[in-house]
């Protein structure tokens, strides 16, 4: 059984910056692509960036230069630093483990955990 928690959300103004991070309870996370997604409301969920067991990063165009995500494979956890925010970041964040992360496509595993809301306001 795969945990995933999320944790590190909250209010922030524009222009701030957030850092989430989510632990994994799977001992193979190291061999496991990661990958952070998010949800506004009203909309799909959407790929923001991953990084696969070798280290290889994906960004989505709209948190290029803004987003970095990192994993630290003996704490189990992956992390996503958010700097420069805007109000069109505001979504609940969910952590991914498992997928499948290319230049042209991402799927998704199962596995997710409960969402972490991000709120970007003055």
């Known amino acids: 059984q795969v945990q995933l928690v999320e944790s590190g959300g909250g209010l922030v103004q524009p222009g701030g910056s957030l850092r989430l991070s989510c632990a994994a309870s799977?001992?193979?996370?190291?061999?496991?692509?990661m990958a952070w997604y998010r949800q506004a409301p009203g909309k799909q969920r959407e790929l923001v960036a991953s990084?696969?067991?070798?280290?290889?990063?994906k960004y989505a165009d709209s948190v290029k230069g803004r987003f970095t995500i990192a994993r630290d494979n003996a704490e189990h956890t992956v992390r996503l630093q958010m700097n420069s925010l805007k109000p069109d970041d505001t979504a609940v964040y969910y952590c991914?483990?498992?997928?499948?992360?290319?230049?042209?496509?991402?799927?998704?595993?199962?596995?997710w955990g409960q969402g972490t809301q991000v709120a970007v306001s003055s």
């Open positions: 991914n483990a498992g997928g499948y992360y290319s230049d042209r496509a991402d799927y998704p595993s199962n596995y």
């Open positions: 799977a001992s193979i996370f190291s061999r496991w692509a």
């Open positions: 990084i696969t067991s070798g280290g290889s990063t």
